[in-house]
């Protein structure tokens, strides 16, 4: 059993098979940036990334808070890019890296989930939140660039 700590929280324990440090490889391309980690769900059905934040910006500062909800969006990207570049052999040092688990996972058959923790975060801003990072994503559904 492991357990993580990042942005003063404990997360874990996990399994050790089933949890990869992605942000910790030494195997990463160099403009890849992370999310912290990523692990396997006990049932074996969710691959789950976890961001953790120790600040965030508020959401009256719109600039600011938009840059933070990109930074975590490419975070996401990135670290499903790379897993999966390793799955299919691109990336073989990562490949090596990860835990049987994860290696063994039938992507198709698998539900990705993402964590976004900030200890400091306020529960009045996440409807904001949760309007603003989907942004992208309907933007990329509907074509629009």
């Not at 940036?33 to 969710?46: A, D, G």
């Not at 299919?88 to 990562?94: A, E, L, P, Q």
């Not at 976004?116 to 949760?130: D, K, N, Y």
Request: hydrophobic share 40%.
């Amino acid at each position: 059993m492991i357990e993580i700590e990042e942005s003063g929280v404990t997360f874990g324990p996990f399994q050790t098979d089933s949890i990869f440090q992605i942000e910790k490889s030494f195997n990463l391309p160099k403009y890849s940036k992370p999310v912290e980690f990523v692990f396997l769900s006990p049932n074996n059905r969710s691959l789950v990334l976890v961001e953790a934040k120790s600040s965030f910006s508020k959401p009256g500062n719109k600039f600011d808070f938009e840059k933070n909800l990109n930074e975590i969006y490419q975070k996401v990207v990135d670290s499903i890019a790379v897993l999966l570049c390793a799955q299919i052999g691109r990336h073989s040092k990562v490949f090596e890296e990860l835990p049987e688990k994860i290696k063994s996972l039938n992507w198709a058959n698998i539900d990705i989930k993402i964590r976004l923790v900030i200890p400091s975060f306020q529960a009045e801003w996440l409807p904001l939140l949760i309007c603003t990072a989907m942004e992208p994503l309907h933007l990329r559904r509907n074509g629009a660039t």
